[in-house]
């Protein structure tokens, strides 16, 4: 009887991938649901909009949906090489969704804080199902985080939020993995901001990767806001942070100061898309590109479609769009223009008329 054949190596998930990249505790074990590998996508109707060659990082292709998995997989992971048994977060959607799955992995328990009716249903079955313990908090996500820092202060469990270092450990890998496919760092990086750790995670690996020699450029860093959810476009806390784009509707950014430095740092920028503007680049994208994201996602590509109206995109730049989650996640405003199905009978000249088809 022949042996069997040995099937290819499967991506291993951050950790493994880059193990020697990450500043993780010695001893770290790791706890996996093989994210990270994401498609970096070129998007040709984006790019000719913009005049600019564009590539869409597509991180909703990670286990639960979003790039919070790259974050989760090393705080989790340090979190149980302590020896910690339960977790805690605060959370708009995603961050709940990865800590609880990442917490099913490792065999801890999990609980989630979330605002109160202002959490996309895709997202909060996402931690019911993972078997989370999920309180709904009567205000937004800065009080929800509030409570969550507290109770990881007072009580034994890890706080898993991205003021927790090692999230952006794992977040700057998707840095690695730009320059591995362009052999190069871009020469302006977009990305939505909420929280704001997700552009300085960036930076970071791109800096990273600057240092050690595998790219010799480094990008400008760019960030788009919600215009009714832009504290640091506007200087000041919002105290009732208001968008469609609930993933970055957030007030009083834990990373606020982080996210500046990485934008001043690159010479880029931070800057506020309305949520008319999110849902025009949201419907090209889906329309035009074929990639469907969330909200959240869509604001990086209205910040940069903005930039080029103002003639503040120099033609021809390498440019990422980091599309942080999957459409499915709150799919709500796909749907929101009313566009009815046309019903027929089962007859193949009525499909025809409804498709106005020409017989040949």
Same mark, same amino acid.
């Given at each position: 009887m022949s042996e069997p054949t040995a099937l290819p190596r499967a991506w291993p998930g951050v950790i493994e991938q880059f193990r020697d990249r990450l500043e993780l505790p010695p001893g770290t074990p790791t706890v996996s649901? @093989?994210? @990270? @590998?994401?498609?970096?996508?070129? &998007?040709p109707a984006l790019s000719q909009r913009v005049g600019a060659q564009v590539w869409v990082k597509i991180e909703g292709c990670n286990p639960t949906g979003s790039f919070k998995d790259r974050g989760m997989t090393t705080a989790i992971s340090v979190a149980k090489g302590q020896g910690a048994q339960a977790v805690i977060c605060a959370s708009t959607g995603?961050?709940?969704?990865? &800590?609880?799955?990442?917490a099913v992995r490792a065999g801890m328990t999990c609980a989630v804080l979330v605002p109160q009716g202002r959490i996309a249903v895709g997202k909060l079955a996402q931690a019911i199902a993972f @078997? &989370?313990?999920?309180?709904?908090v009567n205000g937004n996500f800065d009080d929800c985080l509030n409570v969550a820092?507290?109770?990881a202060q007072r009580y034994p469990v890890a706080l898993m939020n991205s003021v927790n270092p090692m999230r952006l450990q794992g977040q700057k890998t998707a840095a690695f993995e730009v320059v591995d496919v362009l052999g190069q760092a871009p020469t302006i990086h977009v990305v939505p901001v909420g929280n704001a750790a997700n552009i300085a995670a960036y930076w970071m690996g791109y800096q990273q990767e600057h240092r050690e020699g595998r790219t010799t450029e480094l990008p400008h860093m760019w960030g788009v806001q919600a215009a009714g959810a832009a504290p640091i476009v506007l200087g000041h806390p919002v105290q009732q942070p208001d968008t469609i784009a609930t993933a970055i509707r957030i007030g009083n950014p834990a990373s606020w100061r982080l996210a500046e430095q990485a934008r001043d740092d690159s010479g880029g920028r931070i800057v506020a898309v309305s949520d008319e503007q999110i849902l025009a680049a949201h419907r090209l994208l889906s329309r035009e590109d074929g990639l469907f994201v969330e909200p959240a996602s869509a604001a990086p590509a209205a910040g940069l479609i903005t930039a080029a109206q103002a003639g503040q995109l120099p033609a021809g730049q390498r440019v990422v769009l980091t599309a942080t989650g999957n459409g499915l996640k709150d799919p709500q405003w796909a749907v929101s223009e009313g566009v009815q199905p046309v019903c027929i009978e089962p007859d193949p000249d009525q499909a025809a008329q &409804?498709?106005?088809l020409q017989r040949a």
């Open positions: 649901l @093989g994210e @990270g @590998g994401t498609p970096l996508v070129p &998007a995603n961050t709940s969704a990865s &800590a609880a799955a990442y @078997g &989370a313990t999920v309180v709904q820092r507290g109770l &409804a498709l106005q």
